[in-house]
T-cell receptor, first 114, second 112 residues
């Protein structure tokens, strides 16, 4: 079936290190990808997005890489801080009839050790 | 700027009781609105979405229903709650024709 999944359910990093969270998708028709951060007890917060006509997009301390050949998406967080501890979700957007639908991954829990 | 509100923040209800969760969006017109449920430690499950007043699409058959009585108001209801309805309920909005959804703070529902 079609799905968006994550390679690692949990990731533990040292403060100051770089973090890489991976995501695989299976539908080559998906043309838009989003990363969200969800802190405990809160709603998901938009981090960064990328369209399928791009390979890389950078934000503040975050970079999203898209490899369409292998249907792989990654989120890189530079100089990880304790405030980055959260669950990170990738989602893909694709046409579904007359609507566009977000398909969500399962999430990766990032723990930052001081 | 746009803001999205949900209430209540937490709710504890007995099995068989009714439910009404409310979501409102400010600072935008004719948004697409969404209700999601998230079980503990799990991903997001889309329950309902709406592209306009009175227009509701259901993604998962269940004992929940949704209504959109006003442009920026989205309500999630149930006549009789089940234990399996416990979870974290999230409302989201987006501008029609765009892709990014923005989430509210969520409602933690516990059915006992």
């Amino acid at each position: 079936g079609e799905s968006v999944g994550l390679h690692l359910p949990t990731l533990s990093v040292q403060e100051g290190d770089n973090s890489i969270i991976n995501c695989a998708y299976s539908n080559s028709a998906s043309d838009y990808f989003i990363w969200y951060k969800q802190e405990s007890g809160k709603g998901p917060q938009f981090i960064i997005d990328i369209r399928s006509n791009m390979d890389k997009r950078q934000g503040q301390r975050v970079t999203v890489l898209l490899n369409k050949t292998v249907k792989h998406l990654s989120l890189q967080i530079a100089a990880t801080q304790p405030g980055d501890s959260a669950v990170y979700f990738c989602a893909e957007n694709r046409a579904a009839g007359n609507n566009r639908k977000l398909i969500w991954g399962l999430g990766t829990s990032l723990a930052v050790n001081p | 700027s746009q803001t999205i509100h949900q209430w209540p923040a937490t709710l504890v209800q007995p099995v068989g009781s009714p439910l009404s969760l409310e979501c409102t969006v400010e600072g935008t017109s004719n948004p697409n609105l969404y209700w999601y449920r998230q079980a503990a430690g799990r991903g997001l499950q889309l329950l309902f979405y709406s592209v306009g007043i009175g227009q509701i699409s259901s993604e998962v058959p269940q004992n929940l229903s949704a209504s959109r009585p006003q442009d920026r108001q989205f309500i999630l209801s149930s006549k009789k709650l089940l234990l399996s309805d416990s979870g974290f309920y999230l409302c989201a909005w987006k501008v029609g024709g765009t892709d990014t959804q923005y989430f509210g703070p969520g409602t933690r529902l516990t059915v006992l």
